[in-house]
């Protein structure tokens, strides 16, 4: 058995390494490479990723994947080698329900769609992308079709990343959500505005740069492993275990923008640093589902970098970078600055309290888009009505509006935005729970230090990577199911207190 394990290992670390070429391609295209690469670029990232599905669709993998399953029985459920084994199981059965020449047609299609978009938004020409859109609906439906006997067309492509969620599931947590929610949001829109005007002002890109490099690296990213580059679209990536990557952008009028974003993406970037090396290789060696991984760059970014006792280490090193913009400015305003609830157009620059309602809005668009009762060409239209009625406020433009994400444009529709508003349940979850196993956290955030918090999250969280599905994963964490209730309470407390509620 360990023989034929090892020959699984070895199939499977073939499989790890073309994605991951697929990835670093992917990262090339979104920071240094020329617009004239594209097409060619699409070729690229097709051959790999068809060269990735055909090797783990080998013949050799099921029959390996059968032989070994009487050994996965005899072993704990939490042993590296049954978890080995399961996701490899779950890989190879998603894999070989879809055809390579279709995966390749797809992947292919999502890089050139890629760059059309980026040329698109500033331009605020959806005229340019919505023809690259209608064939990627076609595409999302076609590969939902590989996996017949489902509720919703949407579960197939739900499912791919968030084993055991449901379209079904999702409208049910997201109604008790909005629920809760909209009270909140109102109560705070009947207060007088809060000031941000100190976050608007001229700040130098280098030196905004460093200093948020500065605070990731007290927060505990790795830059032996790691580095940060600039973008369109701030997201992280990984090669291996031993280099991964994030990106941001940079406006000079918006001190925010940046520094958010970098905390952000490194909180997905210490999760991917934190899985246990030996996992190295394998479906093991990476984040379990989009939720978990969102839970972790906005636990970094929100209740940790967004909180008081963050401020109170590092407001003053801000201010000796900016003494000009900062130096009158008192810790409280700027806390509240950063923390300022107002109904916005961008979902990435959403506060915490209207942010769901976000993704709701596209969570409810693509059912609609899959079920076929929305026409691409109907969509932004219908993305201003469902603003203007959920936010009370419209975007003039298409860059502001149908075209401000670029999920739809390197990806597929249906199954991507779900994980955001998950992740921010789950943040208060993990972190309620590390709370309640070290009560001296918030203390330490105050002294700038935050090996303790990384350390839990490291053991119960991050080391695991994906032998256990998410479901497990919170259980044996916080000894309860997903629930709603961390998150709320966590909400009502910080805005209570802030807005006087």
Known sequence: MKEKLDELKGLLTEVYDLEHVGALLHWDQSTYMPGGGAAARGRQSSIVERLAHEKMTDSRIGRLLEQLQPYEESLPYDSDDAGLIRAARRKFEKATKVPSSFMSKLISHQAETYQVWMEARPADDFSKVRPYLEKTLEYSRELAAYFPGYEHIADPLIDYDNEGVTASTLRQLFGELREQLMPLVQAVAEKEPVDDSCLKQWYPETAQWDFGLDVIRQLGYDFHRGRQDKTHHPFMTKFSLGDVRITTRVRENDLGEALFSTI????????????????????????????????????????????????????PKLQKVFPEQLGSVSLDTFHRAVNKVQPSLIRTAADELTYNLHVMIRFDLELALLEGKLDIKDLPEVWRERYRSDLGIAPKDDADGV???????????????????????????????????????????????????????????????????????????????????????????????????
């Open 403 to 501: 075209l401000q994400d670029v999920h739809w444009h390197m990806g597929i529709i249906g199954g991507m935005f779900q994980g955001y508003t998950l992740g921010n349940i789950l943040s208060a979850q993990y972190y309620e729970a590390g709370l309640k196993a070290h009560p001296e956290i918030p203390d330490q955030i105050r002294e700038g230090k935050f090996d303790t918090l990384h350390g839990w999250l490291k053991e119960n969280i991050y080391r695991h990577g994906s032998k256990f599905t998410a479901q497990e994963l919170t259980e044996r964490a916080t000894g309860s199911p997903l629930t709603i209730d961390p998150y709320i309470r966590y909400l009502k407390n910080k805005f209570g207190e802030m807005y006087s509620l």
């Open 264 to 315: 952000h993406e490194s909180g997905h970037a210490m999760y991917e640093q934190g899985i246990s090396m030996d996992f190295e290789g394998t479906p093991l060696a990476e984040g379990v589902s989009p939720g978990v991984h969102e839970s972790q760059s906005r636990l970094w970014e929100n209740i940790v970098g967004r909180s008081r006792g963050f401020w109170e280490h590092f407001y």
